[in-house]
């Protein structure tokens, strides 16, 4: 794994922890997907999807 895909994934929670539902989108596709330094994990990928579409981000709301 790539030192700059671990950084992504840092930066995508660092987002989604500071309500930008972007960041919780994209730290749910690394948790679906097994990157950025995640192991995959369809149950969180989940929530983080459906936090993103609570909040309005109608991509998360497709997954």
């Not at 149950?43 to 981000?57: N, P, T, V």
Request: charged letters at 35%; a negative charge; glycine letters at 16%.
């Amino acid at each position: 794994m790539a030192k700059d895909e671990k950084r992504a994934g840092e930066l995508f929670k660092q987002a989604c922890d500071g309500g930008d539902m972007d960041g919780c989108f994209d730290l749910g596709n690394c948790y679906a997907k097994g990157w950025c330094g995640v192991g995959r994990d369809a149950m969180r990928a989940g929530e983080l999807y459906k936090k993103a579409c609570d909040d309005g981000l109608a991509p998360a709301c497709e997954k």
